[in-house]
Nanobody, 124 residues
């Protein structure tokens, strides 16, 4: 079983920054691709960013490209999401997810393990 614990959410003004962290309790973390998703009230959970097991490949949704950066530290078994230039429309619960596959997925159903989520609220 893989456990994922997110942290770093909070309340920030528009234009501000936050860094989310996701600690993974798995010694084979380095073999998992990781993703960040978010779900706003009344909306479906959507893909935000993904990163390959080595960190060599990253993917972003169009809505966050150029503002968010996903990274990982395989020694610390942690994946990060640096969020800059935040907008009110970024307000959502953010989830990290893991899949034991070499290819980064962009769909909810492609990930096997999920964290409990962390709230990000951006005020205007």
């Amino acid at each position: 079983q893989v456990q994922l614990v997110e942290s770093g959410g909070g309340l920030v003004q528009a234009g501000g920054s936050l860094r989310l962290s996701c600690a993974v309790s798995r010694r084979t973390f380095g073999s998992y691709t990781m993703g960040w998703f978010r779900q706003a009230p009344g909306k479906e959970r959507e893909f935000v960013a993904g990163i390959s097991w080595s960190g060599g490949s990253t993917y972003y949704s169009d809505s966050v490209k150029g503002r968010f950066t996903i990274s990982r530290d395989n020694v610390k078994s942690t994946v990060y999401l640096q969020m800059n230039s935040l907008k009110p429309e970024d307000t959502a619960v953010y989830y990290c997810a893991a899949r034991p596959n070499l290819r980064v997925g962009v769909l909810n159903g492609e990930y096997d393990f999920w964290g409990q989520g962390t709230q990000v609220t951006v005020s205007s």
